[in-house]
Protein backbone atom coordinates (compact mmCIF):
# COMPACT_ATOMS: atom_id res chain seq x y z
CA UNK A 1 0.00 0.00 0.00
CA UNK A 2 1.38 3.49 -0.88
CA UNK A 3 1.60 5.81 2.20
CA UNK A 4 -0.14 9.10 2.73
CA UNK A 5 2.85 10.72 3.24
CA UNK A 6 4.37 9.82 0.20
CA UNK A 7 0.99 11.34 -1.43
CA UNK A 8 0.96 14.49 0.26
CA UNK A 9 5.07 14.27 -0.69
CA UNK A 10 4.64 13.99 -3.92
CA UNK A 11 1.88 16.31 -4.34
CA UNK A 12 3.36 18.92 -2.64
CA UNK A 13 6.72 18.35 -4.99
CA UNK A 14 5.46 18.41 -8.21
CA UNK A 15 3.13 21.21 -7.53
CA UNK A 16 6.04 23.27 -6.66
CA UNK A 17 7.50 22.32 -9.71
CA UNK A 18 5.37 23.15 -12.09
CA UNK A 19 3.77 26.17 -9.94
CA UNK A 20 0.64 26.73 -11.32
CA UNK A 21 -0.10 30.08 -9.74
CA UNK A 22 3.29 30.82 -11.79
CA UNK A 23 2.25 29.23 -15.23
CA UNK A 24 -1.22 31.46 -14.77
CA UNK A 25 0.35 34.81 -15.89
CA UNK A 26 2.38 33.34 -18.93
CA UNK A 27 -0.79 31.79 -19.96
CA UNK A 28 -3.14 35.38 -20.17
CA UNK A 29 -0.03 37.00 -22.19
CA UNK A 30 -0.11 33.82 -24.49
CA UNK A 31 -3.81 33.59 -25.15
CA UNK A 32 -4.51 37.62 -24.73
CA UNK A 33 -7.18 38.55 -27.46
CA UNK A 34 -8.42 35.50 -27.60
CA UNK A 35 -12.22 34.37 -27.06
CA UNK A 36 -13.10 32.19 -24.28
CA UNK A 37 -13.70 28.98 -26.13
CA UNK A 38 -10.21 29.25 -27.92
CA UNK A 39 -8.40 29.66 -24.20
CA UNK A 40 -10.49 26.79 -22.97
CA UNK A 41 -9.10 24.47 -26.13
CA UNK A 42 -6.08 25.80 -25.36
CA UNK A 43 -5.62 25.63 -21.51
CA UNK A 44 -7.14 21.72 -22.19
CA UNK A 45 -4.70 20.82 -24.70
CA UNK A 46 -1.33 22.27 -22.93
CA UNK A 47 -2.69 20.01 -19.76
CA UNK A 48 -3.37 17.03 -22.04
CA UNK A 49 -0.01 17.08 -23.95
CA UNK A 50 1.88 17.52 -20.69
CA UNK A 51 0.14 14.64 -18.91
CA UNK A 52 0.97 12.52 -22.13
CA UNK A 53 4.78 13.25 -21.96
CA UNK A 54 5.21 12.99 -17.86
CA UNK A 55 3.45 9.92 -17.76
CA UNK A 56 5.66 8.16 -20.15
CA UNK A 57 8.77 9.52 -18.41
CA UNK A 58 7.05 8.22 -15.50
CA UNK A 59 6.38 4.76 -16.88
CA UNK A 60 9.79 4.47 -19.19
CA UNK A 61 12.39 6.82 -17.62
CA UNK A 62 13.80 4.60 -14.84
CA UNK A 63 14.58 2.02 -17.69
CA UNK A 64 16.37 4.70 -20.13
CA UNK A 65 18.60 5.58 -16.48
CA UNK A 66 19.17 1.65 -16.59
CA UNK A 67 19.95 1.37 -20.43
CA UNK A 68 22.49 4.56 -20.15
CA UNK A 69 24.19 3.07 -16.63
CA UNK A 70 22.94 5.62 -14.16
CA UNK A 71 21.30 4.37 -11.32
CA UNK A 72 18.40 5.97 -9.13
CA UNK A 73 20.26 7.20 -6.41
CA UNK A 74 22.50 8.57 -8.88
CA UNK A 75 19.55 10.62 -10.67
CA UNK A 76 18.07 11.73 -7.30
CA UNK A 77 21.11 13.65 -6.17
CA UNK A 78 21.02 15.21 -9.68
CA UNK A 79 17.56 15.96 -9.56
CA UNK A 80 17.65 17.28 -6.38
CA UNK A 81 20.37 19.43 -7.16
CA UNK A 82 17.78 20.57 -10.42
CA UNK A 83 15.16 21.12 -8.03
CA UNK A 84 17.07 23.37 -5.81
CA UNK A 85 18.53 25.56 -8.62
CA UNK A 86 14.69 25.53 -9.89
CA UNK A 87 13.88 27.09 -6.32
CA UNK A 88 16.18 29.71 -6.05
CA UNK A 89 15.23 31.10 -9.22
CA UNK A 90 11.65 31.06 -7.74
CA UNK A 91 13.08 32.91 -5.07
CA UNK A 92 14.28 35.89 -6.73
CA UNK A 93 12.39 35.66 -9.48
CA UNK A 94 14.82 34.89 -12.63
CA UNK A 95 12.45 31.58 -13.30
CA UNK A 96 9.41 33.95 -14.01
CA UNK A 97 11.21 35.95 -16.37
CA UNK A 98 12.57 33.23 -17.90
CA UNK A 99 8.87 31.56 -18.91
CA UNK A 100 8.07 35.56 -20.27
CA UNK A 101 11.00 35.19 -22.79
CA UNK A 102 10.90 32.16 -24.33
CA UNK A 103 6.64 32.97 -24.86
CA UNK A 104 7.55 35.95 -26.09
CA UNK A 105 10.26 34.65 -28.38
CA UNK A 106 7.50 32.42 -30.19
CA UNK A 107 4.89 33.47 -32.30
CA UNK A 108 2.71 30.37 -32.64
CA UNK A 109 -0.90 30.91 -32.68
CA UNK A 110 -1.51 28.12 -31.29
CA UNK A 111 0.60 27.78 -27.94
CA UNK A 112 -1.11 24.86 -26.51
CA UNK A 113 1.67 22.14 -27.32
CA UNK A 114 4.74 24.47 -27.69
CA UNK A 115 5.29 26.54 -25.27
CA UNK A 116 2.59 26.01 -22.95
CA UNK A 117 2.59 21.54 -22.83
CA UNK A 118 6.35 21.90 -23.77
CA UNK A 119 8.60 22.89 -21.27
CA UNK A 120 6.38 25.47 -19.00
CA UNK A 121 4.15 22.28 -17.64
CA UNK A 122 6.14 19.28 -18.88
CA UNK A 123 9.75 21.04 -18.16
CA UNK A 124 13.13 19.32 -17.10
CA UNK A 125 12.12 20.06 -13.64
CA UNK A 126 8.98 17.83 -13.96
CA UNK A 127 9.99 15.34 -15.83
CA UNK A 128 13.00 14.28 -13.55
CA UNK A 129 10.21 15.07 -10.45
CA UNK A 130 7.99 12.15 -12.36
CA UNK A 131 11.27 9.41 -12.55
CA UNK A 132 12.18 10.18 -8.91
CA UNK A 133 8.58 9.49 -7.46
CA UNK A 134 8.06 6.94 -10.12
CA UNK A 135 11.80 5.41 -9.01
CA UNK A 136 10.38 5.92 -5.03
CA UNK A 137 7.77 3.01 -5.16
CA UNK A 138 8.42 0.42 -8.44
CA UNK A 139 5.65 -1.22 -9.68
CA UNK A 140 2.29 -0.56 -11.31
CA UNK A 141 1.21 0.53 -7.86
CA UNK A 142 3.50 3.22 -7.46
CA UNK A 143 3.28 3.84 -11.12
CA UNK A 144 -0.39 4.42 -11.45
CA UNK A 145 -0.09 6.89 -7.66
CA UNK A 146 2.60 9.00 -9.09
CA UNK A 147 0.24 9.72 -12.44
CA UNK A 148 -2.70 10.04 -10.55
CA UNK A 149 -0.83 12.57 -8.76
CA UNK A 150 0.32 14.18 -11.61
CA UNK A 151 -3.01 14.21 -13.23
CA UNK A 152 -4.36 15.87 -9.92
CA UNK A 153 -1.74 18.83 -10.00
CA UNK A 154 -2.54 19.40 -13.61
CA UNK A 155 -6.11 19.30 -12.94
CA UNK A 156 -5.18 22.56 -10.28
CA UNK A 157 -3.36 23.60 -13.66
CA UNK A 158 -6.07 23.38 -15.84
CA UNK A 159 -8.36 25.23 -13.21
CA UNK A 160 -6.41 28.28 -12.87
CA UNK A 161 -5.84 28.46 -16.61
CA UNK A 162 -9.67 28.78 -16.95
CA UNK A 163 -10.00 31.51 -14.15
CA UNK A 164 -6.78 33.16 -14.78
CA UNK A 165 -7.90 36.63 -15.30
CA UNK A 166 -9.93 36.66 -12.31
CA UNK A 167 -6.97 34.84 -10.31
CA UNK A 168 -4.45 37.61 -11.73
CA UNK A 169 -7.20 40.58 -10.59
CA UNK A 170 -7.48 39.16 -6.82
CA UNK A 171 -3.81 38.24 -6.27
CA UNK A 172 -2.13 41.01 -8.60
CA UNK A 173 1.84 41.01 -9.14
CA UNK A 174 2.65 41.25 -6.03
CA UNK A 175 0.05 38.61 -4.31
CA UNK A 176 1.55 35.85 -7.55
CA UNK A 177 5.72 36.96 -6.59
CA UNK A 178 4.72 36.20 -2.79
CA UNK A 179 3.31 32.57 -3.90
CA UNK A 180 6.31 32.09 -6.16
CA UNK A 181 8.62 32.59 -3.11
CA UNK A 182 6.73 30.93 -0.88
CA UNK A 183 6.60 27.61 -3.16
CA UNK A 184 10.21 28.47 -3.85
CA UNK A 185 11.30 28.24 0.03
CA UNK A 186 9.42 24.51 0.15
CA UNK A 187 10.67 23.92 -3.24
CA UNK A 188 14.54 24.15 -1.97
CA UNK A 189 13.55 21.93 1.28
CA UNK A 190 12.29 18.72 -0.99
CA UNK A 191 14.72 19.37 -3.15
CA UNK A 192 17.93 18.77 -0.11
CA UNK A 193 15.46 16.10 1.05
CA UNK A 194 16.05 14.16 -2.21
CA UNK A 195 19.80 14.75 -2.10
CA UNK A 196 20.20 13.22 1.45
CA UNK A 197 17.90 10.01 0.11
CA UNK A 198 20.46 9.39 -2.65
CA UNK A 199 23.29 10.17 -0.88
CA UNK A 200 21.99 7.57 2.18
CA UNK A 201 21.64 5.42 -0.85
CA UNK A 202 25.29 5.47 -1.51
CA UNK A 203 25.91 4.88 2.46
CA UNK A 204 27.49 8.96 2.47
CA UNK A 205 24.79 9.80 5.76
CA UNK A 206 23.36 8.18 8.19
Known amino acids: ?90 LFERRTKRREDRAEAEDHADPSVFPLGIPLIAGPGSIATMILLAGQHPGAEGLATVIGVMLAVLAVVLFLYLISGLLARLLGKTGLNVVTRLLGMLLAALAVQFILDGLRAFGFAG
Do not use: K
Request: net charge neutral; with cysteine.
Open 1 to 90: MIDTAFLITAFTTLFVVIDPPGQTPIFMALTQGMDSRTRRGIALRACLTAAGILAMFAAFGEAVLGFVGISMPAFRVAGGVLLFLTALDM
